[in-house]
């Protein structure tokens, strides 16, 4: 459920307004799916106890179409010669009306729910008595469980231009709805247009947004509604100004499309669609949609000053931040203990909990890993080619910064800190999510951070995403943020990865293999195979599946193997080979993470066997062959297409940190960009500069090239 | 139009069927928004001309949720207490055959279309004048435009066992629509389902694709349905069973969703949705939605070869190839000149005719440049990288190929000699589409390169896809292409962009700045402004935004350049500024590519208004500064954030040529993986090779880490 639309759980009467370009089709007939499934859902809110009002329209314009079929059948040949003359709109609605009511007859009969017909006019209104007894019949419908169906009663209005006049006490479906969902004491009103809801600019134009919660002081008059809708009299600007008036007499609207065939149901249930009118709007947090992309821009800034300063400037800021972590040691320590009580009394497993807390001793590393970090060769801005194009023509490929990363992290704090100072090393700028658990400990850390950036790069360099909802907009921001990186559990990455058109760096699956090939020395092969799955065996670069020479089967070497793996206490399932060799449970599939003390074991008949299974299989994350033989050893390394190969070690050395990158942003498995663990080098991309003095192409006529590589020194 | 789906131009006589699982909602009751819905198509297909037949069902499960409810109501609380007895079946149907017509009667009353009733037994079918007298029956409603609705006449019905005799005329409403389309020489029966339509295994799965065209030869037995509908006797083994019986009696089926409020009116389109059932499906072309993935692992496979050959088999590969073109080079450009010759004859313009000719000495200038690439030091396995984590345990970075590529270009026929051996030198497979306009070129070029590689590799590692309708199925197999590279326009480029998870090298626009500053030497300034712009005013690096310091405005130096400008012919635009100044139309953009003789020109204060501006309205691909004043120079160069940054050269060198870098895959835009011109090196990917002598982690204490790095040579 969306925070902002939170007050539907405690919403009982619900008023419905479906407009015209709703209800009717635009050949003038009635949208018949559209009816069909407005009425199911309003049969399901009656069931499930809701009060559910009715403000429909559309009768005129079902009266028009039937007006003219029927004059046209009437006609005769003379007559179908004469100029036609303008229908008229009081005998139109006099006949949709009928037929529009009979429709949902029709329709609610079949869900068993009885329908009612109010039709009322303005002048009714005026009076006070007629006000009481409409109440008082509403009442009594409502408790009878059906559904009163209003309609202005166009056809004996006696206003003189039903169509413009906007004054009164209501002037068209929009007001009648808001009238009577104030009048009728109405917990919510929602109002069903052509469009999902309120946009930023016209809806048919690209970067107009949808505006999850209109703010009176912020987006009156800021606002281009764009045409009208095509059909009746309403429009956007109609439907703002009701949902206005109703919203700050006390009545919460919610401004939807009536297009899908569910959106009731889903604004019931809280979900964030369309565009809600709420009179404490205000005084709510800024809205985070407004919001994600500012961030994201205001990051972008602050990381183009940050490149603009020099090396040693930036330098110094990570060595302010490792001092101001140490000094404000006691403060950070107090907020994760909150986070960590607070976890313990939500009943959090001891995993999560252990990976929450700063132990001792936690802070000063993280203080040290920064000036590691600050002392390590300046990255930016480094020259990675040098070509003389043509004389004085030279070419530089040089390092820079990405720009702005996404980074969404579950439980550990520490993380938070790695990755900041990874950003500020790196000269980008970044947007943190770090999980709820560790809300306090991020929100210190992120402060302690932040207050250590100069004004002249700006604290919003690195912007601290606070709710969960903000991500879906964050992940919109392909144009803003260049690449997002999610560390956390697979469902993390894959649901990250499935949503968004931002790079994503990052692993989904981490299936590793160890091939004990039949050469391989056995005691190490135990050794590394105990290691590669015990060491930690939650961890993306622990072993998996373990691929065994069919020439090793009941040796004595694999057979202390397996029973070392059995004694530590690891479940054992078999391949279809390994199953009835081992007598062991078949594993569903070759393709799973088990992330816990259980793995796979297939026999196969030789290291191309081996290789074969691990590409069909794998996640091509990492993959040891375990040998003594030169020739196997250099074609798995050579052969195995995945991220990090591996002879005779364990795999769980396939890290940032073991691998001597300094922190680590994660392990990609990616082809592209950066594969494997990814420390500072992965956050940065190249610039082609180019010195001349004067060269034109002309035609490729216009220098001489040479192309010589002239080295790095210039 | 799908070229499977082209027969639907004819198609005048249409029945289509809709089952119990689209007529009813779960709770039994009519499911009133696709009933609408489904209406609405058929009125729809009725004004166009169609005719029309239905088939339905859904009237027992209507029948019985409405006599549930009769008896509800007419029970004591006595007559609840006792056991409550299954509702007769044939009644529930008499009752719910009634409910059904009369919602459909008032539906497409509504619709202004007359419907009517046909109840049929399987008996009745035994008689052969009852079968005549139907054929004329329902000829004269549908000469009337009169629906026709046919049901089983399940409440007298004498078959013992209603929902399980599967023999017979006709056993359920499929064989019953089947049967019909026969008997009243339909020209299409489209069978309304709750899925999109037969999936090559269990809808629920994720692995689990959509079969666009019924090969009974490949399909028959092959394929597990999953279960059965949750409501109605068919499911989709009776579908199949009945679409196979009306397809092999001549009847062309489409199976597809009847959740969807369109699919009937896409079906007639020809677009392809749903599973096709075709007498002569088998006879056609392989379907390319079964294709696309083979050729996508085919030529990983083959890439996975082409890695395995030794370095120098590698190069003889494309010296072959450099070979074979300039043996079959009259072949070649036979081919090319009878494209040519098509699309002289339909008209394309100029500009396309000259990209798509191969000119005199093109073919011999290829093979040069592959002969070249071939002498290029070996791109795959160079170690870039080398690190001793611990005492005998060392860790190498090497370059390894990306994959698979799928490159889309347009009509330039030579892009794919260059990608092709480009792909080759890399290691990768490679799919291709050209277009259409070079459809023979592409064959032969296609031919004689796949001709000189080897067995051993297989000639699959490069595939030519033919269809522009093959692309979407590309697009989707993430798992198995790793880059796609859109060589083209920028419709085309973004198209591709929208439309797939696989990383996308290319630019789609390309809007260049060049800046002259105050102390600009401003005869440098107009050549190199001139050549930007008038070199090839259509590329991607051609200028499109002069920005001029402003004190430069009324100097002679400025004069003359705009002078020369127009006396080019170039027309200017300019922005606030510019256009008062200049007296100039005002562009409607800074962020436009005119793609032509045009230019947009602004006034700025200072570099560092220059730099915002570019940042601000750019594309990032390739911008200039003329400066004389070294330290304005590099304030430009270090800030300005595009893959290209120039100083005092036309904006025209970016490219990959023109840097050296040998052929040129494209631009990239792309902040991620490769930035600018993209050549051999955008091909690569890295994989991290660790040899060990039996290290394991062991909580970081299995090694002493020394983290050395210790040069390339080993």
């Known amino acids: 459920m969306d925070s902002t639309r939170t007050f539907v759980k405690d919403v009982k009467r619900v008023v419905v307004k479906v407009g015209t370009a709703v209800v009717t089709r635009s050949d003038g007939r009635l949208a018949l799916g559209r009816l069909g499934a407005l009425c199911e859902q309003l049969k399901e809110l009656n069931s499930r106890g809701f009060e559910v009002i009715l403000v429909t329209s559309g009768a005129v314009g079902v009266g028009r179409q039937r007006l003219k079929y029927r004059k046209l059948v009437n006609s005769s040949f003379a007559d179908l010669q004469k100029p036609q003359v303008e229908l008229d709109g009081k005998a139109c609605a006099a006949v949709g009306q009928s037929g529009l009511m009979a429709l949902y007859d029709v329709l609610f009969s079949q869900l068993d729910v009885t329908s009612s017909q109010l039709l009322v006019t303005d002048n009714n209104f005026r009076d006070s008595d007629f006000r009481l007894q409409l109440s008082e019949t509403v009442k009594s419908l409502l408790a009878l469980r059906v559904i009163p169906i209003f309609n202005e009663n166009d056809a004996i209005s006696t206003r003189i231009a039903v169509y413009e006049d906007s004054s009164g006490i209501f002037w068209d479906n929009d007001s009648l709805a808001a009238l009577l969902a104030t009048e009728l004491k109405a917990d919510l009103l929602i109002l069903l247009s052509d469009v999902e809801g309120l946009y930023s600019g016209p809806p048919s134009e690209a970067n107009s947004k949808l505006i999850h919660t209109y703010i009176k002081e912020t987006h ?54 369309g565009t809600l009118f709420h009179k404490d709007a205000h005084l709510w947090a800024p809205r985070k ?50 986070d960590v009580v607070t976890a313990q009394q939500a009943g959090y497993d001891k995993s999560l909990i252990s990976r929450l807390e700063l132990k001792p001793g936690k802070i000063s590393g993280l203080a040290k890993s920064i000036r590691v970090l600050a002392d390590m060769e300046e990255p930016i801005g480094q020259i990675l080619k040098r070509t003389e194009l043509a004389d004085g023509l030279v070419l530089e490929k040089t390092s820079s910064p990405l720009g702005v990363l ?206 074969d299974h ?86 490729d ?8 590589n002239i080295g790095l020194q210039s």
Chains 1, 2 share one sequence.
């Open 406 to 611: 996404l980074i969404v992290f579950e439980s550990r704090p520490d993380a938070l800190v790695q990755i900041a100072s990874l950003a500020i090393r790196s000269g980008n700028g970044l947007l943190l999510k770090g999980g709820k658990e560790a809300k306090r400990s991020n929100a210190i850390l992120h402060k302690v951070i932040t207050s250590a950036i100069p004004d002249t790069v700006g604290e919003k360099l690195i912007g601290l995403v606070t709710s969960r909802e903000e991500i879906p907009d964050l992940l919109k921001l392909d144009d803003v943020i260049d690449l997002v990186i999610p560390r956390g559990s697979n469902k993390l990455v894959s649901q990250i990865k499935e949503s968004t058109k931002i790079p994503v760096l990052g692993h989904a699956d981490g299936i590793c293999h160890v091939y004990v090939d039949k050469s391989a020395n056995m005691e190490m092969a135990k050794q590394i195979v105990l290691d590669a799955k015990m060491d930690y065996p939650a961890a993306c670069n622990a072993m998996e599946t373990l691929l065994v020479h069919n020439e090793l089967l009941n040796t004595s070497g694999f057979n202390e193997l397996i029973a070392g793996l059995r004694s530590e206490g690891v479940a054992l399932y078999g391949g279809p080979k390994a199953s009835t060799s081992l007598n062991i449970k078949e594993t569903p599939s070759f393709h799973h993470e088990y992330n816990s003390m259980a793995c796979t074991i297939e026999i196969v008949e030789d290291v191309y066997a081996a290789i």
């Open 614 to 699: 691990i590409h069909r299989h794998g996640s091509a994350h990492t993959d040891c062959i375990i040998t003594e033989d030169d020739e196997t050893a250099e074609l798995f390394l050579r052969q195995v297409d995945s991220a990090a190969v591996f002879l005779n070690a364990s795999t769980r050395f396939c890290d940032g940190a073991r691998f001597g990158l300094g922190a680590e942003v994660g392990i990609s498995t990616s082809r592209i960009h950066a594969r494997g663990p990814v420390g500072v080098e992965g956050l940065l991309t190249t610039r082609w500069i180019l010195r001349g003095s004067g060269q034109v192409v002309d035609n």
């Open 289 to 338: 949609d407004v919001g994600a992309r500012e961030m994201a821009v205001a990051a972008r800034d602050c990381s183009r000053r940050l490149q603009g300063l020099s090396s040693e400037n930036r330098r110094k800021i990570l060595l302010d931040i490792a001092d101001a972590l140490e000094t404000n040691e006691k403060l950070i320590k107090a907020e994760n203990g909150a």
């Open 701 to 708: 006529k216009g220098v001489i090239y040479t192309h010589k």
């Open 220 to 273: 009156q008059g800021g606002i281009t509604f764009g045409d009208k809708s095509r059909v009746g009299r309403g429009g956007m600007t109609a439907k703002v100004k009701a949902a206005v008036h109703a919203a700050y007499a006390g009545v919460p609207v919610i401004i939807t499309s009536g297009y899908a065939t569910d959106n009731i149901i889903k604004v019931l249930q809280g979900e964030r669609i």
